[in-house]
């Protein structure tokens, strides 16, 4: 079954201790991208690759890193998180950009 | 930036009337596609519509697009309770390398 995995689904951390959340595609999809859900505001995107090696900044890079070692594996870090990082954030993965994006279940981080 | 603006951003119908939304966007673009999310979970692709096309179907959705006005619709025909859920629009910009989603419409279906 094509899926993108997201883990964890639910995280609650403190301001400053370094985590990672995890996504991952089984489709041999080449483009990967992050984004984050605030109310009101939609999806934003943070970061994007468009292969193994290649990442590049979305709309709201600050307070994140990425990498992309792997084709299948897309992890998101956030070295010091803080409390406005407190949000919904998707990972999703397409064929090619512009084509249709499959999204993993997300992952409710909550940074008090 | 935000490419796609959806209105209304709230739609409550009763079940059986039909749905419509609205997507506008600012820049020439590739394609425009729809998703739904239901509440807290993933987002889930229910149509794309190219630049060069004007109309799409897929089942109960029929999706319109309007180059020259920036626009699209998405309409749901005979609604069901099942329909219940947010809709976006998200435009693939020429040269952006990204999709752009909209603040999404939520959609309310009554029994």
């Known amino acids: 079954e094509a899926q993108v995995t997201q883990n964890p689904r639910y995280l609650i951390t403190v301001t400053g201790k370094k985590l990672t959340v995890t996504c991952s595609q089984n489709?041999?999809?080449?483009?990967m991208s992050w984004y984050r859900q605030d109310p009101g505001l939609g999806l934003r995107q943070i970061y994007y690759?468009?292969?193994?090696?290649?990442?590049d900044k979305g709309d709201v890079p600050e307070g994140y890193k990425v990498s992309r070692k792997e084709k299948r594996n897309f992890p998101l870090i956030l070295e010091s998180p803080s409390p406005n990082q407190t949000s919904l954030y998707f990972c999703a993965s397409t064929r090619t950009m512009g084509t249709e994006a499959f999204f993993g279940q997300g992952t409710r981080l909550t940074v008090v | 930036s935000q490419q796609g603006e959806e209105d209304p951003q709230a739609l409550s119908i009763q079940e059986g009337e039909n749905a419509t939304m609205n997507c506008s966007y600012k820049t020439s673009i590739n394609n425009l596609q729809w998703y739904r999310q239901n509440s807290g979970r993933g987002l889930v692709h229910l149509i794309l519509i190219r630049s060069n096309e004007r109309e799409k179907h897929s089942g109960r959705l029929r999706v319109t697009l309007d180059t020259s006005k920036k626009s699209s619709s998405l309409l749901i025909t005979a609604s069901r309770a099942a329909d219940t859920a947010s809709y976006f629009c998200a435009t693939d910009a020429v040269g952006a390398q990204k999709l752009v989603f909209g603040q999404g419409t939520r959609l309310t279906i009554n029994p």
């Open positions: 489709m041999n999809h080449e483009y």
């Open positions: 690759s468009m292969n193994v090696e290649v990442t």
